[in-house]
């Protein structure tokens, strides 16, 4: 079936797609970063045993009644000011009416009247490929239960229930399926520098649904658009995006119609499939939530929540890049880990520009390598900032080699209470730099190979590494190479 799709793929000729535009809206539900529920003082746990986390609110218990979580709503307004977006002094909770297993009192509450906020504005990427994405509306509401499915039965874990979520929708403006990854993978780095979101995917943190529709190139018509659920994973959502748009072209040069309709991505095949039609949703009912007075938000109370943010993401790269002119894909690198940007300027504290650029080379190399092998995060890593400052000074300062280097620093793993220079010395790793003593070992080795030292002056200047590697050897692997390359230089050029 795959072989199909792809034939079908290549079957939608490039000039086909380009007679069409593509428009993806995305809904994003991401959990909120809180210790216990929106509405109960259940706690927020992963991978409990099942309904062990239920208040009585949480199961809809008769004569419970909801208790808002400030921590949701400060994670909510902290988001909305992230994200540019206008927060409504005054917001509304709703009731959402519908029956399913997964939700005991048969309604979610949300904020369908009056959101949180509104009319916000994202910029993805940096240069020619920035784009800006508007948020529609951001607004607070409850997780529903989980279920699995076995065979005739479907179980029911609470455990979920109730879990505070803030929805993120977007409006209509992006056109690809690499846009919207792009978008989500920048949203998702903004939700996590704040702590607002885990954005823990496999843990469910942070689900999307994308709304994809097409039209002719030049159109005003948005096209019919199609509501694509459950896709599970960053790297199914350009494919579940970029699919859908070509199979709505498909239909369209076929002479068919698209159907409004909410589909479903299977990740084993790579195609979305039918779940329900739009003409048979469900009327959701919405009733203001009597439960729960209007959210009004002060002034001191924004103000708080404005200066309790961090720095955000675009704006540390662009700090970064500034002091200490890194690539912008380093700079994305430091701030996407946890607590590799708190490491790295530590470790570059008192460094220039190119020794900062140092540090940032041997973090993405050496400990990377090291936090990906033992599965554990940089807050964890046995070899202090100080340390690795330490190591890359005495490459800078020629005190030894790089390879050298490497040595000290896998050492140091080992035995983390050691001082690097201690421990080069010990392991008798530290160069020579003793400008006679390196000559000396040069005027032997060109004594040695007088042949290779003709053909040198008569052109084959290639030859000048095969008698650095003389040297080393002779010096036993500690003469300073670049010293060792100046001298032999000067004497073969008869200077």
Sequence with gaps: KNTQHKMHRR??????????????????????????????PAPVTFAEAPNSKVAPWDAALPGTLPRLNTRCVEAGVQTAL?????????????????????????????QQRVPLAEQGQLRVGFGQDEFSVRIQRLHLEHDSAASTHSGPLTLVDLNRAGVGLMEIVTGPDLRSGKQAAAFVRELLLVLQSIGTCHGNLAEGSLRVDANVSVRRHGSADMGTRVEVKNINGMRFLSKAIDYEAERQIRTLQQGGTVLAETRTYNVNTGDTVPMRSKESEVDYRYLPEPDLPPLRLTEDYINGCQAALPELPRDTVRRLHRGFDLPTADCLTLISEPGA?????????????????????????????????????????????????AVVLMVEDALVSGRAAKTVFAELVKTPQSDPHTLATQLGLIQISDAKKIESWCTETLEQFPSEVQAYRTGKSGLLGFFVTH????????????????????????S
Aim: proline share 4%; net charge positive; hydrophobic share 40%.
């Design 471 to 494: 040297v080393m050897k002779k010096s036993g692997g500690k003469a300073n190479p670049k010293t060792t390359s100046d001298i032999l230089k000067q004497k073969l050029n008869g």
């Design 341 to 389: 940007l708190g490491y790295f300027e530590a470790a570059a504290a008192g460094c220039t520009a190119a020794q900062a650029r140092k540090v940032v080379n041997w973090m993405l190399t050496e400990v990377f390598a090291c936090l990906r092998s033992d599965n554990i995060p940089i807050s964890s890593f046995p070899v202090s900032p100080a340390q690795l400052r």
């Design 11 to 40: 079957l939608l000729s490039q000039h086909c797609k380009a007679a069409y535009d593509t428009i993806v809206g995305i809904e994003i539900h991401a959990q909120i970063a809180a210790h216990t529920k929106a509405f109960s």
């Design 82 to 110: 992230a994200l540019g977006a206008q927060l409504n002094r005054t917001s509304l909770f709703d009731r959402k009416h519908y029956f399913y297993h997964d939700l005991p009192s048969g309604y979610q509450i949300t």
